[in-house]
């Protein structure tokens, strides 16, 4: 269904009438407007390119693999992370697994029907996260200041 369909638009239909030599109708024929114009086509196509090269974590295919993102090269941006970032203790952030509840509930419910044990991992995902980075080559290393000398 084209978006100005979704918006409300409806196609404008026009018929055209055949008489024959003696004034009867012969015949008629009716058009629709075509739903999808120019633009629809085009955005159609948009969506399947992207959809085509888009990988299974969500990012496209060109992403997922430019060098800029690899964290074996020294002037790599970005970096991507699995799992949700989240808060230790410490004041750090651990990237985690996190369950699909909801997929949980129905992997479970499947597993009581066919009266197995539930998975423990049913849900379980990890979703990646691409994280912008400073480049090792323009990392500082911060020394540790040393302390102060005793006073005598």
């Known amino acids: 269904m084209s978006v100005r369909r979704l918006q409300g638009w409806e196609p404008s239909e026009r018929t055209v009438y055949v008489y ?3 004034g009867r109708l012969s015949s ?3 058009t629709l407007e075509s739903e999808f114009g120019p633009t629809d086509v085009e955005w159609l196509t948009a969506l399947l390119d ?3 090269e888009t990988g299974p974590h969500g990012f496209l295919i060109s992403e997922a693999t430019d060098p800029d993102a ?3 090269l020294p002037g790599s941006h970005y970096r991507f992370m699995a799992g949700t970032p989240q808060m230790s203790p ?3 952030v651990v990237w ?3 369950y699909d509840l909801a997929e949980r509930a129905m992997q479970h419910a499947v597993s009581r029907v066919r009266g197995e044990e539930p998975d423990p991992h049913a849900g379980l995902m990890m979703p990646v996260h691409r994280v912008r980075v400073q480049p090792k080559k323009d990392r500082v290393r911060k020394r540790r200041a040393a302390p102060p000398p005793p006073t005598a």
């Open 20 to 22: 024959g030599s003696d």
């Open 28 to 30: 008629s024929t009716t």
């Open 50 to 52: 992207v959809e085509r």
């Open 70 to 72: 690899d964290p074996d």
């Open 90 to 92: 410490e004041g750090g």
């Open 96 to 98: 985690s697994p996190t």
